[in-house]
Structures are given as C-alpha cells and as structure tokens.
C-alpha cells in the first residue's frame, strides 16, 4: 500500500534523505552503469585473457531485459519471470537486481565506486575482516564525508522481513570496523513491482545527512585520494579490459563536455543523459566530424575512447586519465597473480596463462595436470585462491596507489596515439541511433531500439 501511494521525489541534494517513501525516476542508462561494475572484482583472473570481459559484462548486463519491462512509468517483473522461469533463475536474478539496485540507490545517495567485501578489506578494518563467514556484500567511501559505507544488498520476487533481519545481521561486523560508517541495507523486490527498501544505521558517525558537505565535487577527490581514485579504477576495470582486448580499427573518440561546475557535487546521480547536456552540445556543435581528438582537448572538452562491444548493443568508453590509471592497475593485477602462481601454484591451476608464461611452465610433451576435482573441492580451492590473492593484494597496496596515481597523470597528460599507439577517428554514436550517458571519466551508450522494455499486452 505504502509503495503505490509513494510520490514524494527524492531530495535533490546529496546523502541519505529522511525517512520516508519516494517516488524515485531514473533511467536504464543509469541502471545499465550500474550493473556492469558492480560485484566481485574478477580482474586479476582475466588479466591474460581480456576478451573474456567482454563476456562478463554481457553476463550482467542483459540480464534485466530479460526479465523486467515497463509498464507506464514503472518497471514490471515479466511474464516469463513470475511464471516461466524456474525457482533457481528467479533466486540467481534476484541476487543480479539487488546487488544492480544497491549500487543505483548508493549512488544516488552520493557513494563513490563500490568495492567487493570478498575483493579487498575496508580501510580502518581490523585483520579479522578476512576472516569473517560472513560478510556485507560491498563498501566505499562518500567522497563528500569522507565515511566509510558498509552495504548489504538483497533481493527476490518477494522481499520478506526474514531475508532482511539476516542482512542486518551480515551489516553488523562489531569491532572489525572500528571506525565511524554507514549501515545501509539495501532490499529489492519484484513482487508486481520493482521497488526498494533501504535501511539505514549510524555506527559511531559524527554527522548525518544534515552533515554531508557539498563542496568536495568527485574530480577534487580524484586528484588529491589515491584510495578515491584506486576505487575508480578498480571499478572500471572490466571496461578497460574490453577496450584494450579490441582491435586497434574498432576504437573510435567521442566528443564529451565537462560537467558544469558544481553539478557533479549537487547530484547523487552522476550519470548524465547527453542528450540533454549543454555542455557536451556545445562543444560538438564547434568540433567539426571530421576533427582529431587534439580539436577537442582545444575545447576543454573530455576525449573519450569509445568502442562498441561485440555481441552487444552496448558502447563504452572512458577518458584518457583513467584508460591510464586502469592500465596502471591491471598490470599491478597481473603481479599479484603472478606471485599467487610463484608461492601457492595448486590455487591457480587452470588459470589462463599468456603465451610467455606457456611456453616457459609446460613442455611440449608433458601432458597439463588432471584438474577434475568434486565441486565441494573446488569450491574450497577457488576461496582459497581468492583469500590468498586479497592477501597478496594487500601486502602491495601501497605499490597500487603509487602506480594507479602515476598511470592517471601519464593519461592525462598524453594523447590516445602514445596510449593507443593510433589516433581514433572522431563518432557520434547519436547519429548511429545510441542514447549516449556519462560520468566525469566514463561513457555508456546503448541502442535505442534495444530498449524495447514496453509492458506485455493484457
């Protein structure tokens, strides 16, 4: 009753709002953003491989065209959801759209990139977060508080009041964090509609929303946090690995205006619709089609190498600071895997190699090792690979921060024929039917005649 009488619009400032129910607009373009970066950080494991994260993110992204559609100004389980599908597509899609819906409504709140509890340890954590059964499922830091935010996500076709004692309890980590944070519990249900409900707790916070400041805008932050900005990277990981996986020919530059001043820091929402952006029709109007991207950076405008993803409808792009802060990181990635493979080489057996580390591990004529193991073992084997990894991960921490803040000034500061070795034609993916969105540093772009998301017929 609560939810179809909700109409109260979300605070426009940045935080938690007061309690209440709201009626909250978004976009699948906010939603599509969201669901390709969040989850477990697979990064290092693909490092050798990057084409396969071109398959990860069509594994996250088409997921909710499967199962919701839009009924008016609604998003609406399907028919094949409520009553085609089987009882385990609904429990694996409803963990897809929680942990999608969690990150959505953080971000609306004003939360930076998540991080993954089982890919990292929260900064100000006790050593036993890695040790615990069982943890919240992400955490980050608001960039206007500079608080830590605990996140627990869940999600069904009926979201009842048990699943959500359980996540309260998984929020509850006691002394582990010892610093002041944020509980959010973030619970989506499909029940006729697709609603949330988010709770809230202060753990040992100085301030509420009524204390958020909105002076730090996200760019501030990236240029003064090397935690900020390993987060964002971190984050985008799977973007850069599906960019640099594709053929040099297949990269194209697209024209992005800065966001205004003051936007970024007023607006939990950061995705912006381009469409509607002044600022990026501005500069296209002055940046001729055939231009190089030098025509562009002229114009303080935001060069952003773009690519669409084979096999999918989706186009995504970022800006030359984080192509390089990403590239910096994932060659750090490759480190810790190669150092998980040197100390513990029975946790990565049947990892992918690159045809170096073949070439050097196996002799033409010794057979590879026989890996058929029950999946109770290799259920054991693959935590244990990750536990170690995060170990390994933090043991060269401070490596990661100085070498993601160096790959952010080295992109900044070249052009996309040092980073790329070409210089990408200039596109307007408008022009080729995409509805165009970004941040401050990424671009997503999707098919409009993808979104056929109508409602079935009665």
């Known amino acids: 009753m609560e939810v179809a009488s909700a109409h109260q619009p979300w605070p426009s400032s940045v935080g938690i709002p007061a309690d209440g129910a709201y009626l909250v607009r978004t976009t699948w373009r906010a939603l599509l953003d969201a669901t390709t970066t969040v989850g477990r950080d697979i990064a290092p494991w693909i490092a050798a491989t990057p084409r396969l994260a071109r398959r990860e993110i069509m594994a996250r992204r088409y997921p909710l065209s499967a199962y919701l559609v839009r009924a008016g100004h609604e998003v609406v389980p399907s028919v094949v959801y409520s009553h085609g599908t089987e009882s385990s597509t609904r429990t694996a899609f409803g963990y897809h759209v929680g942990m999608t819906m969690a990150e959505w409504a953080c971000r609306t709140m004003g939360l930076g990139p998540t991080t993954h509890a089982e890919s990292a340890i929260p900064q100000g954590a006790a050593p036993g977060w890695a040790k615990m059964p069982s943890l919240p499922d992400l955490f980050g830091t608001h960039p206007a508080t500079s608080e830590l935010w605990l996140v627990e996500a869940k999600g069904s076709r009926r979201l009842g009041l048990r ?22 519990l973030c619970g989506t249900s499909l029940e006729r509609r697709l609603f949330m409900m988010i709770d809230v707790e202060d753990a040992q916070a100085t301030g509420g929303p009524e204390g958020v400041s909105e002076d730090i805008t996200d760019d501030e932050a990236l240029e003064h946090d090397d935690e900020a900005l390993l987060e964002l990277a971190r984050s985008r990981m799977l973007t850069y690995l599906a960019l640099a996986s594709l053929p040099r020919g297949g990269l194209r530059v697209t024209a992005v205006g800065r966001p205004e001043a003051g936007l970024e820091s007023r607006r939990g929402d950061r995705v912006r619709l381009l469409e509607s952006d002044r600022a990026t029709a501005e500069l296209r109007r002055h940046v001729a089609p055939d231009a190089e991207d030098e025509a562009i950076r002229q114009r303080h405008g935001l060069d952003m190498l773009t690519a669409r993803l084979p096999g999918t409808d989706l186009m995504l792009g970022m800006t030359r600071r984080l192509y390089g802060a990403c590239r910096a990181l994932a060659e750090a990635e490759r480190r810790v895997v190669a150092r998980v493979r040197e100390r513990r080489p029975k946790y990565v057996e049947g990892l992918p190699m690159t045809m ?41 921490r401070d490596e990661h921060l100085r070498s993601v803040r160096a790959g952010f000034a080295m992109g900044d500061s070249s052009s996309w024929m040092h980073l790329i070795d070409v210089a990408p034609r200039l596109a307007l993916p408008r022009e080729e039917g995409f509805l165009e969105a970004a941040t401050a540093d990424t671009y997503l772009a999707v098919e409009e005649e993808a979104l056929d998301l109508d409602a079935e017929a009665d």
């Open 356 to 396: 170096e580390e073949l070439l050097r591990t196996y002799s033409p004529v010794v057979p590879l090792p026989d890996r058929s193991v029950s999946d109770r073992a290799y259920e054991a084997r693959i935590i244990e690979a990750q536990e170690y990894a995060r170990e390994v991960r933090e043991e060269q």
């Open 163 to 184: 699943p959500r004692i359980k996540g309260a309890k998984q929020l509850d980590v006691g002394a582990l964090v010892p610093v002041p944070h944020q509980k959010v």
